[in-house]
């Protein structure tokens, strides 16, 4: 198989797991917005991690980026597919932000709150699943856009 | 075409995920909860049966449905008997048991709120529940646990374990749970500011002095 073919199938790969992550962080940001993380629906450790301090930058819900980022990585993802490959670079610059995010996240719900939410859990599969596909992609020569 | 094809597929998903995202919200946005004017707790000479902190004859009422063994409903707990505290004699905070199905332990602790009640100590074992919650919560018999409340809080502990299984204080939890669901109530916390049901967004001691200032500046129901 081609170096050009894999790459396409990577990044089509890509594409589909970021459509996981961003129905996911788009439920989360449904959650936040109409106060059902505020209310006794679900589990305790939900409530624990998805009601805490952690999981707001001032009034924007955490879960709102994580839907831009993986909205980010979706779209680059498609172009790098299409041949786009200068977008390639922004793909891993934008899984890159997204791991380190992950890694601080899984810290806070580990050391911090000591509660897990099961939505976060798959967020952060989603995000090494990326980083993984990230760090394998072959190399590009063909250019679509240079 | 094939140029375009990204652009198309990013702008169809970038829709369909708004799309989705405000049908959603649609969906789970609470819907705006009242208690009906017959349905209001009187404001003096109300039912004996009712649990109600602060005077009878204050203009405020703060209903809240909880649940014991909802951690919400516990971080609540603390900034709703502050705030009673220092809006009295304005505020008076009524509790209604809710207890939800997926906590184990909620409707026991519930029956053994209204057995202390029984002893005319509902409120401190209201507060005692809530603070001690994350022990309970995890425990598998929590009946022990109870039983050590009630000695704790100097009750009738023989007494006590006989109330807890009495028809008396099942159906004053069934009342207000039934009471609850008849006003649409769905989870919990639940809090009603006069006869309006606070947002979600706002159960939390900012939130919540807000709305109590902000009721104090409306005039009174007629």
């Known amino acids: 198989m081609s170096g050009s073919r894999t790459r396409i199938i990577f990044y089509t790969v890509a594409a589909a797991i970021s459509l996981a992550g961003l129905a996911d962080a788009t439920y989360l940001t449904v959650m936040y917005l109409s106060g059902e993380t505020a209310v006794c629906g679900g589990s305790a450790s939900c409530f624990q991690v998805l009601g805490s301090a952690y999981s707001r930058i001032g009034r924007i819900p955490v879960a709102a980026l994580g839907a831009l980022a993986y909205f980010g990585a979706f779209s680059f993802a498609t172009f790098a597919a299409f041949g786009y490959t200068r977008v390639r670079m922004f793909f891993a610059l934008i899984v890159c932000a997204m791991f380190a995010t992950t890694l601080w996240l899984l810290y806070v719900q580990a050391f911090l709150l000591h509660a897990f939410c099961r939505y976060c859990l798959f967020s952060a599969a989603v995000t090494f699943l990326l980083a993984g596909i990230a760090v394998a992609v072959p190399p590009s020569h063909q250019t679509m856009d240079s | ?222």
Request: hydrophobic share 40%; proline share 8%.
């Open chain 2, 1 to 222: 075409m094939k140029r375009y094809l990204p652009f198309i597929i990013v702008v169809v998903v970038a829709s369909v995920t708004l799309a989705i995202g405000t049908v959603l919200y649609r969906a789970k946005r609470p819907a705006v909860l009242t208690i009906p004017k017959s349905a209001l707790v009187p404001g003096s000479g109300a039912a004996d049966s009712m649990h109600i902190r602060g005077p009878a004859s204050a203009p405020l009422t703060l209903e809240e449905f909880g649940d014991f063994q909802c951690p919400p409903c516990g971080k609540l707990s603390d900034p709703i008997n502050q705030l009673e505290r220092e809006y009295r004699p304005q505020l008076r905070v009524i509790f209604r048991h809710f207890p939800l199905p997926i906590h184990a332990h909620a409707r026991e602790a519930a029956l053994a709120s209204e057995a202390a009640g029984l002893q005319g100590r509902f409120w401190e074992m209201h507060d005692l529940l809530y603070r001690e919650q994350s022990v309970w919560s995890e425990a598998g018999d929590v009946g022990p646990l109870f039983n050590s409340y009630a000695g704790i809080l100097g009750l009738n502990v023989d007494r006590f374990k006989k109330d807890m299984e009495s028809e008396q204080v099942e159906e004053h939890v069934a009342s207000d749970q039934k009471h609850g669901a008849a006003l649409g109530v769905r989870n919990t916390p639940t809090v009603f500011l006069n006869d309006r049901a606070l947002a979600p967004t706002s159960l939390n001691p900012t939130g919540l002095r807000a709305a109590i200032d902000a009721a104090m500046k409306t005039p009174p129901h007629t």
